[in-house]
């Protein structure tokens, strides 16, 4: 019986129409969305504490990082957010196997990301810019550097770690999707699920600026 | 309350002008930063990535198309980070630091 029910998409029992139970969704998710800007935020405002401290050594520390692969990145992570969005496009439209794809694309766009910033890492590790584990960096700045990549660490590998989560949703709601849990009337997993696609997009598009571009002339 | 939601299908011609868009402020950002404006260059960064940010909010997240207490809820977000990093910054830019005596 419940199984029976649940393959029929109806509305949970707490909702009076499907309307309302998508309106519940939308609101709960941007409620998640705005914690998560305080989470990031909280980092947000102690860089911002210690750029204005030290702003010479953020200069230095920002132009060791990798200005091609960020920008390249940024453009990943961007173009991740068009197939996003035209995914749900496609649910709303009950195009179930565009949706497929389009989810497809969109994880794949952000395992792109993910394997750049890899290969980032790995070269940092190489130029001894990695905190605590293998750092050196000489003359007066040194600190105001190390700082600098530490909160480069903390705030990347944060944000790869929604990244990843954000893959791993997407993959669960293309599985419901090629099961065809989703039609005309109820397509919210993708719609909610998009909206977290999306703010991890907004969080690189504030990271990249503060950590690749404070200083390259 | 009403529990009626509007469905608005973006059309494909502009999910791709939003990304047009958004490759154009990416260059943009990129291009300012190669160039030496002073304090210029952290004002442009910041205002292109506010830009790209309302764009992806308004068009891809449909706050634009969706119920208007979503953008009630969105911009509490941001009011509250600017909240902190104000007045945060408040003390840190207008107090001296006292070494304690001890």
New interface residues.
């Given amino acids: 019986m419940a199984a029976e029910v649940l393959t029929r998409n109806a509305t949970a029992e707490q909702f009076?129409?499907p309307?309302?139970e998508?309106?519940a969704a939308?609101?709960g998710m941007?409620?998640f969305?705005?914690?998560?800007?305080?989470f990031f935020?909280?980092i947000?405002?102690s860089y911002?504490?210690l750029r204005?401290?030290v702003p010479d050594a953020f200069a230095a520390g920002s132009q060791r990082t990798d200005?091609f692969w960020g920008?390249v990145e940024?453009?990943v992570l961007?173009?991740s957010?068009?197939t996003?969005?035209?995914a749900?496009?496609a649910a709303?439209?009950a195009k179930r196997s565009q949706v497929t794809h389009l989810l497809a694309a969109t994880m794949g766009l952000g395992a792109v990301f993910f394997a750049i910033h890899v290969h980032e890492y790995a070269h940092d590790f190489a130029d001894k810019l990695v905190p605590g584990i293998r750092f050196a960096y000489e003359g007066p700045l040194a600190g105001g550097v190390e700082l600098f990549f530490f909160l480069y660490y903390v705030t990347t590998l944060l944000h790869l770690t929604h990244l990843t989560i954000g893959v791993a949703v997407l993959g669960v709601v293309a599985m419901l999707n090629h099961r065809g849990r989703f039609d005309r009337s109820y397509y919210t997993p993708v719609?909610i699920a998009?909206?977290y696609w999306?703010f991890v997009?907004?969080v690189w598009?504030?990271l990249?600026?503060l950590f690749y571009?404070?200083?390259?002339? | 309350m009403s529990?009626?939601?509007t469905?608005h299908?973006?059309a494909?011609a502009s999910?791709?002008d939003?990304?047009l868009a958004?490759?154009a402020l990416?260059a943009v950002?990129?291009g300012s930063?190669?160039?030496?404006l002073g304090s210029l260059?952290?004002v442009i960064?910041?205002s292109?990535?506010v830009a790209?940010?309302l764009l992806?909010?308004t068009?891809?997240?449909?706050l634009r198309s969706?119920?208007p207490?979503?953008r009630v809820?969105?911009a509490?977000?941001?009011v509250?980070?600017a909240m902190?990093?104000g007045l945060?910054?408040v003390d840190?830019?207008t107090r001296t630091e006292l070494p304690s005596p001890w």
Avoid: C
């Fill in positions: 009076d129409a309307g309302q998508r309106a939308g609101l941007w409620v969305l705005a914690t998560e800007v305080l935020g909280a947000l405002a911002t504490v204005v401290r200005m920008t940024t453009a961007l173009t957010s068009t996003m969005a035209w749900v496009r709303q439209l719609e998009g909206l999306h997009d907004i598009i504030f990249f600026p571009l404070v200083s390259r002339t | 529990t009626k939601t469905e299908v973006a494909p999910l791709v939003v990304w958004l490759m990416l950002t990129v930063a190669l160039v030496h260059n952290v960064n910041l292109v990535s790209k940010t992806v909010a068009f891809y997240m449909h969706r119920e207490w979503l809820v969105a509490a977000g941001v509250w980070l902190l990093i945060s910054l840190y830019l």
